[in-house]
């Protein structure tokens, strides 16, 4: 009863931040952020508790800019990484926030503990998590019908990610060393598995009605499936009892030939008269 009421609570709010309209209760975690970008300017809530990659998908939905090229200036100056905490940076109402965004090639690293491979693939994965995260809690409280355009954004963001993430996967591969790299390697193999079936999933919802393939229920496959094994077994047996006429007609049509053999033997056996020939071979 707890969680369900937890639940509700942030279901709640994750609708009030993405409709633009947050409660008394999610005003203290909650701040709009004044988003300057290529000269315009725009009006953008962000979530002191939830996860950079949240505040980056808002920007998308405003901008268009893939949150892989984005490069968001907090103050004009400090650039905020992918996997920023944002309830430590003290932002208030109406702070200003630069957007530029990165050519190819170019997109900014996360934050991680040491320069090495695993923890920079490490906190690759994490970030990768996170911006799939917050997609499926977009999808919980938007409404898909109300803009045309939104199925088409989400959906090529969704590819994006998804080329993004077996792109990383390869990365993963190339993990080499002692027992704890190959430990780490398997944690990073099957999370980033994790994460492309859930992105195949959401592809797959936001994809047109006319595009998706219709997967019967497991009940109705059933159905099929006895109605087609009855359809044989009638078949078949049609078939043993057409086999069984065929045999019958034949033995009848040798019957008949064997009738008509014994007559002609009997006739050539009589004489002229009408008298039985003797046979030869008796005494």
């Known amino acids: 009863l707890v969680k369900s009421f937890a639940m509700k609570a942030f279901f709640q709010q994750a609708k009030e931040l993405m409709e633009g309209k947050p409660s008394k209760q999610s005003r203290q975690t909650v701040v709009y952020t004044v988003l300057w970008y290529e000269k315009s300017k725009h009006r ?15 920007i998308f939905l405003v901008t268009g800019v893939l949150p892989a090229r984005q490069k968001i200036l907090l103050h004009s100056s400090t650039p905020l990484e992918p996997n920023a905490d944002l309830s430590k940076l003290c932002l208030q ?16 690293e996360p934050a991680s503990l040491t320069k090495h491979l695993v923890d920079r693939i490490g906190s690759k994965c994490i970030v990768m998590e996170e ?6 809690a977009l999808l919980l409280v938007k409404r898909l019908d109300v803009d045309a355009e939104l199925p088409k954004k989400l959906s090529s963001l969704s590819a994006f990610m998804h080329d993004a993430a077996q792109k990383l996967l390869l990365k993963v591969d190339e993990i080499e060393g002692e027992e704890p790299h190959r430990q780490a390697r398997k944690m990073f193999v099957h999370k980033m598995n994790s994460v492309l079936d859930r992105l195949e999933r959401l592809s797959h919802r936001l994809m047109p009605a006319e595009k998706q393939i219709t997967i019967p229920h497991p009940t109705a496959v059933q159905k099929v499936g ?16 057409g086999m069984q006429v065929d045999e019958g007609e034949e ?30 071979g008796c005494t």
């Open 44 to 58: 953008v809530f962000l979530d002191l508790g939830a996860t950079m990659a949240s505040f980056q998908l808002s």
């Open 93 to 108: 109402d109406g702070v200003e926030v630069t957007l530029e965004q990165l050519p190819w090639g170019q997109e900014v």
């Open 131 to 136: 911006q799939v995260n917050a997609l499926e």
């Open 226 to 241: 006895e109605k087609l094994a009855a359809e044989g077994r009638d078949e078949e047996m049609k078939r043993n009892e």
């Open 251 to 280: 033995e009848k049509e040798q019957g008949v030939e064997g009738q008509e053999e014994t007559q002609v033997y009997s006739v050539e056996a009589k004489g002229s008269h009408g008298q039985d020939v003797p046979d030869k």
